[in-house]
């Protein structure tokens, strides 16, 4: 009896060991769409694909196809090694990184409209409404 009781949940553990990478791979789909952001190391328009320096994944080869869609950058030809603040959503096609997106992010302003930089919701009087009061 007591072997019967050890054998039953080591059977369990090994079961849902060999079910774990089946489980894994099941949202391959939605674990294949990636986004970096960093500075392009080079331009290939032979192979339309460029690298791109991740600071936390390291460098990346990202093909661009006519479906790319680019933001703040006026198409692939204006990509040139150096570029800083680049970002690319990328899926998995063929064991290749392929651009969806290619954005030029940053640049500073303001969003959002008003405000002039202050933590008074644009009241630069602190919420007094004048100093006349």
């Given at each position: 009896?007591?072997?019967?009781r ?10 849902a060991t ?8 099941a ?13 392009v ?15 936390e994944?390291?460098?990346v080869r ?9 933001e ?17 959503t990328v ?11 290619v954005?030029?992010s ?5 969003h ?11 009241d ?10």
């Amino acid at each position: 009896m007591r072997f019967i009781r050890t054998i039953a949940p080591l059977a369990l553990v090994v079961a849902a060991t060999a079910a774990a990478p089946a489980a894994a791979a099941a949202p391959a789909g939605s674990a294949a769409v990636r986004q970096f952001e960093g500075t392009v190391v080079s331009v290939d328009p032979g192979s339309r694909t460029f690298r791109l320096r991740d600071t936390e994944r390291g460098t990346v080869r990202i093909r661009v196809t006519g479906s790319t869609r680019f933001e703040r950058i006026a198409g692939f030809s204006a990509l040139r090694a150096g570029m800083t603040n680049i970002e690319s959503t990328v899926r998995r096609s063929g064991g290749r990184w392929v651009a969806t997106d290619v954005e030029r992010s940053g640049g500073g302003g303001q969003h959002g409209g008003g405000g002039g930089g202050d933590d008074n919701g644009g009241d630069r009087h602190g919420g007094r409404g004048s100093d006349d009061s």
